[in-house]
């Protein structure tokens, strides 16, 4: 029987699980996993957040995956612009593109180019020491700082920035982050959903986060949590917003501390404008009702004084070359993962890049596994030209790409546990690609 020879682009959740996918089909494979990084893992390292360690544990998993001897793991290597789809495909028989969805969407309001606005997904990457974040500088002299969307990312950037120190010193946030973080001036983050609390994007276990914070409050209004009859009608039929709202009366109901800071939640405002001249000064919103669960514009309108706005109203994927792409819905276009209209045969693709940017670490799993199937039963169109991996990492560092192997990627996970030992955390990550590659020998 031939060995289906199949290259992976991106070591996130999505592509990993691929692996899986294709142990369980019990047909003889050699996989090959590019990441554009030198480290796996996607956003289980780069964007779950430091704190919720437990979750990270997923790593354990994947490195199994990784682990199998018919796969390899070559990072450091972009898809795209190291190595074309096409040529890619010269030394395999079938592609699986992975590669999440790496960008935010826009929030275009007047107002959105004013210093002081950023997107979450900048934060986030910064905090968690993703290379391509970890040198952004921030300005947290802010006492008051508005976040656009409410669902679990934006609820991740609230609690990092309530945490104190001590909270912090217990996650894998690289030290310079939590110094930045812990002697920040916020006091006020004000969490604003467009919708009402039945529709809230976040789920109850995030939000009940919020009210374990050490030295922070969360601030509800009642009256928003007065529900309209459609809005009980809808809770009825929802189990998820059942949960949220037993959470959101249980903190709104919560005795009121002294804290250093206060996490206020508001429904029904959208965003209008970022006030400001030469830096954001207030956020401007307008109220909401709902019509048919869609927020329509009311005549009421209000300001939030802050200098800090960070939009988390979702992520979005970028477009690989060669491939053709959903600029709307910032998709690969697809059949149950087989690319549509391809003008390179037998790629795949699965994850966020398939299906948009939602759903958590195990939803990719379903995903990957519809894909290899797809793949499976479409059989081997073309068959590698060139079946040699060797030869492939030739032509690349010949390209001068370092590719960072298995056992790099190993090296540079004990120099970070090593690290983080003495630290008494999990790790130290590596924050800058200097940095990782000055882990490896030559
Ligand atoms: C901030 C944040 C926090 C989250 N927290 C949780 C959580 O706590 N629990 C949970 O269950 N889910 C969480 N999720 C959801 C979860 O992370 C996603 O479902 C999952 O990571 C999507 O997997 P993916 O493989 O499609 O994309 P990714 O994880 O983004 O992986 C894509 C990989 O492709 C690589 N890549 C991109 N372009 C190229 C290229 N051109 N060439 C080579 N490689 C490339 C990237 O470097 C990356 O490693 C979170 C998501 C976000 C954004
Ligand atoms: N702990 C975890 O399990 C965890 C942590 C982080 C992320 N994740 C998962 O990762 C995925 C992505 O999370 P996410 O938070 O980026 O996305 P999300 O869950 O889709 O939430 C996006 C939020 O942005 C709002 N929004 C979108 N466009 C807007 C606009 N123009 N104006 C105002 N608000 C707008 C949405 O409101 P509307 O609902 O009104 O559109 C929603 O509140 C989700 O599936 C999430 O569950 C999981």
Redesign the pocket.
């Known amino acids: 029987m031939t060995v289906w020879r199949i290259a992976i682009?991106?070591?996130?959740?999505?592509?990993l699980y691929c692996i899986d996918a294709m142990k369980k089909r019990g047909i003889p494979f050699q996989i090959d996993v590019?990441?554009?990084?030198p480290t796996?893992?996607?956003?289980?390292r780069?964007?779950?957040?430091p704190d919720?360690q437990k979750?990270k544990r997923l790593e354990s998993f994947y490195e199994k995956l990784l682990a199998d001897e018919r796969v390899n793991f070559y990072g450091n290597?972009?898809?795209?612009?190291d190595i074309s789809m096409q040529t890619l495909k010269n030394y395999y028989d079938s592609i699986v593109v992975?590669?999440?969805?790496?960008s935010d969407k826009p929030l275009v309001i007047p107002g959105h180019d004013l210093p002081g606005h950023y997107a979450a997904t900048q934060l986030?990457g910064w905090y968690n020491g993703h290379p391509d974040y970890s040198e952004l500088k921030w300005d947290f002299s802010a006492e008051s700082v508005v976040i656009i969307g409410q669902g679990?990312?934006a609820i991740?950037v609230a609690r990092l920035l309530a945490k104190t120190r001590s909270e912090l010193a217990q996650s894998d946030m690289p030290e310079p982050m939590i110094d930045a973080l812990a002697t920040s001036a916020i006091r006020d983050i004000h969490l604003v959903g467009r919708r009402g609390p039945v529709q809230a994007a976040f789920t109850h276990m995030e939000l009940q986060e919020l009210g374990e914070l050490a030295d922070c409050q969360v601030v509800i209004k009642p009256d928003d949590l007065k529900l309209s009859a459609a809005c009980q009608a809808e809770l009825a039929d929802n189990r998820k917003a059942q949960k949220n709202i037993a959470v959101l009366e249980a903190l709104a109901a919560a005795p009121v501390r002294e804290t250093k800071t206060r996490i206020h939640i508001h429904f029904f405002k959208n965003p209008r404008e970022l006030v400001g001249t030469d830096a954001v000064t207030a956020f401007g919103w307008t109220q909401t009702q709902l019509v048919d669960g869609r927020a329509v514009l009311t005549d009421i309108q209000g300001e939030i004084p802050c200098s800090m706005v960070f939009r988390s109203v979702g992520?979005r994927g970028v477009p690989?070359p060669q491939l053709p792409f959903d600029a709307s819905r910032g998709v690969i276009p697809n059949t149950a993962g087989r690319v549509d209209e391809a003008s390179v045969p037998g790629v795949y693709v699965?994850?966020?890049?398939k299906r948009g940017?939602t759903?958590?670490?195990?939803?990719?799993k379903p995903d990957s596994e519809e894909t290899i199937g797809t793949m499976v039963d479409d059989g081997i169109q073309e068959p590698a030209v060139i079946p040699d991996t060797q030869h492939l990492v030739s032509v690349l560092e010949a390209k001068g790409v370092r590719v960072v192997t298995e056992s790099d990627w190993y090296a540079i996970k004990a120099a970070e546990e090593a690290a983080g030992q003495v630290l008494n955390k999990p790790r130290e990550k590596k924050i800058t690609r200097a940095d990782l590659l000055d882990c490896l020998s030559s």
């Open positions: 682009v991106g070591a996130g959740p999505a592509g590019f990441d554009r990084l796996p893992y996607g956003l289980l780069g964007g779950v957040a919720h979750m290597v972009v898809v795209g612009t992975a590669c999440g969805a790496e986030v679990n990312v991740d992520y690989v699965t994850g966020w890049i940017p759903g958590v670490l195990g939803s990719n």
